[in-house]
């Protein structure tokens, strides 16, 4: 345990100790994939290839809403290592950003026996970004009158890295990582008038149970996220898994509640509902976020919608397929395959 105690410290001296995310899109699906915030858990499911993918619209009926696409792709490696890739395409107003990112993991088993086993793994990514903005299409735009308004299309590239850690006990995670770890060199940002890009520092803590007597298991989690300017977010999220008497469908639902705490005593950023179902290797999910801040009151909140399919090494085409010897936590898929007498069994 000391061992543990030691390198996890450590992993934590080297982690920004500032920053928040410029990449939102991205980094608030890791509800849904953990990996998409935190390297480590990269490539995490031993026994299943996964590709996944998302769409994000808000503020609906208005133009140029901001829209977002990701595809996700994930393997397990030789020697206790996994990867993860994936493309993003977002969109806000006239503002881009497209980008590739891939994850390296790698997870150093330190206990195990009958007792259940804990694992430490590190993660390390790489991302290429591109960011541009169209003036062609500003309305009243004049570059006589303002300089900055060039009339056509400015565009940028730069790259940088994010990093991580996950520790695992039995059912239990916790882990940190950071992002945006390297000096902005995207010339895109080089502007006086630019905002910087600092890094991010995200922490998260996650268990998984089965409750007593039903065929029903329950993922709490909470995660929490810090910038240079000491703002503030903790999240809380409650993940449902409902298999049925088939071994080819199960449910599963999401409930996720969305705080800022960068004010005296904080304010509620929203409330999300996802619903979903699992049939055979097949994964859906629907996400609607009822936002609280006068922003989203204002002009609605967002849909989201996610999509998976599993290759599994056994061949199973149960609607849980990747089984392991214990319980796993948000979004690693890794829950153990339900009796066949489904939810209510005693």
């Known amino acids: 345990m000391n061992r543990i105690i030691i390198i996890t410290i450590l992993i934590l001296t080297i982690l920004p100790d500032e920053g928040f995310s410029q990449r939102p899109f991205v980094t608030n699906q890791y509800v849904y994939d953990l990996y ?54 977002d969109r806000n107003g006239y503002n881009t950003k497209m980008g590739f990112q891939q994850s390296f993991s790698v997870d150093v088993i330190l206990r195990k026996n009958r007792k259940g086993f804990t694992s430490l793994a590190f993660g390390l990514s790489a991302l290429i970004e591109q960011a541009a903005l169209d003036m062609s299409k500003f309305s009243g735009g004049d570059p006589a009158v303002d300089p900055l308004i060039s009339g ?49 520092f995200h922490a998260f803590a996650s268990t998984v149970f089965k409750y007593p007597n039903r065929e029903l298991y329950i993922e709490p989690g909470a995660y929490y996220q810090l910038n240079s300017l000491n703002d503030k977010r903790f999240d809380l999220n409650l993940r449902l898994q409902m298999p049925t008497m088939s071994d080819d469908l ?97």
């Open 36 to 89: 998409l915030m935190n390297p480590a858990d990269a490539g995490s499911n031993r026994n299943c290839y996964l590709v996944e993918a998302f769409y994000q619209r808000q503020w609906f009926g208005t133009d140029n809403a901001p829209t977002t696409q990701l595809v996700s792709f994930q393997a397990p490696l030789p020697h206790n290592a996994g990867s993860g890739t994936y493309v993003f395409n």
């Open 152 to 200: 056509g299309r400015e565009s940028g590239t730069g790259f940088n890295l994010n990093t991580g850690f996950i520790l695992k006990i039995n059912q239990y995670k916790i882990g940190a990582s950071g992002t945006n770890i390297l000096d902005n060199n995207n010339p895109f940002f080089d502007g006086e008038s630019e905002p910087s890009l600092p890094p991010s």
């Open 250 to 346: 199960s449910f599963w639902g999401l409930i996720a509640y969305r705080r800022t705490m960068d004010h005296t005593l904080g304010k509620d950023l929203g409330l999300a509902l996802t619903a979903g179902i699992i049939y055979k290797s097949f994964n859906l999910g629907i996400e609607h976020q009822y936002g609280l801040t006068s922003a989203q009151t204002n002009y609605g909140s967002y849909m989201k919608v996610v999509l998976g399919y599993r290759f599994c090494s056994d061949k199973s085409k149960a609607a849980i397929p990747c089984s392991a010897a214990g319980l796993s936590g948000i979004g690693s898929g890794e829950l153990q395959k339900p009796a066949k007498k489904g939810l209510f069994r005693k």
